[in-house]
């Protein structure tokens, strides 16, 4: 067990050296979290207008939902409870081509609760992204393919327009119960975002052009990743950014395109200069 801890710290460490200076944080549960983000008190806002019900219920029910597991949506029991869920209903909703959109309708209430947990980054003028995106000029159209909840998408669009900056976001994803909060979210914030539902029928919607293009935690999520690459890289500016996630995964559950090689080899073919290994790329 200590090994196996060390291991996952040492991991951990890893990735935060990696994206130290961009502007990202890992999406991932921020199990050193200190208190709650900005998006868990929209969702607590967001939840009460869906249900009609005070702010003080939402923030009951939500906290009646963290105390079910010790350590809440952050402990192993809730890590657990996920993963034996997946494995249940497996028999009804599994990852083949033909099921993994109804999986995912399936399973959104229990990933919402999972990215509620992950942390927001804190944006700077001196990142990696933000100083890219101020060479484009003072508009700026974002696009977040695979969004979850788009923490590393919105907190930047809100950041650029605070600095000034005309800034428009497109989210894309199986529509579940985020779109949603995601939509909104927008309203809210005085934001203008478009949600893209990705179905069955049209697993890619039709993009708008865009000066950035989130693709986090998605590839290795999707059976033939090469396609949706073309339909990005067809609508990303010259001179625009990729961010993304395009080394090796570990193979399990809805990680269906795990080895990303094939991938990583058409980035390069078409010319974009890597900037941070894996992660970041900017089309030429």
Known sequence: MRNRLKLLLSRSAR???????????????????SGMT??????LQWNADRLGISLEDSE??????WAVFPGGHLGRAFDKFNGETHSLFR????????????????LGPLHFLTFLTYPEPNWSTSDLIVQQLQQRGS?????????GLAHQSRTLTAFLRDQGFQVTLTLADVET??????????????IPTTFLPCT?????????????CFT????????????????IDNKLAHGGLLVTGVMDHHAGFLHVSPQLQMLRREIHSRGYTELVSNRIFRKV
């Open 139 to 147: 508009r700026v159209s974002i696009m977040d393919f695979g969004c």
């Open 38 to 43: 900005r998006t868990q008190e929209m969702f």
């Open 200 to 212: 069955e029928s049209t697993p890619i919607p039709s993009l708008p052009e865009f000066d950035i």
């Open 15 to 33: 990735k935060a050296e990696v994206l130290r200076g961009t502007g990202l944080v890992a999406s991932a549960p921020d199990r050193h979290a």
């Open 216 to 231: 986090t935690e998605f590839f290795e999520h999707v059976h033939d990743p090469l396609p949706y690459f073309e339909h």
């Open 91 to 106: 028999v009804f909703f599994d990852d083949t081509p033909a099921e993994v959109f109804e999986t995912y309708r399936f």
């Open 60 to 65: 009951q029910r939500y906290a009646a939902s």
């Open 177 to 190: 119960l985020r779109a949603d909060f995601l939509t909104w979210w927008g309203k809210k914030t005085g």
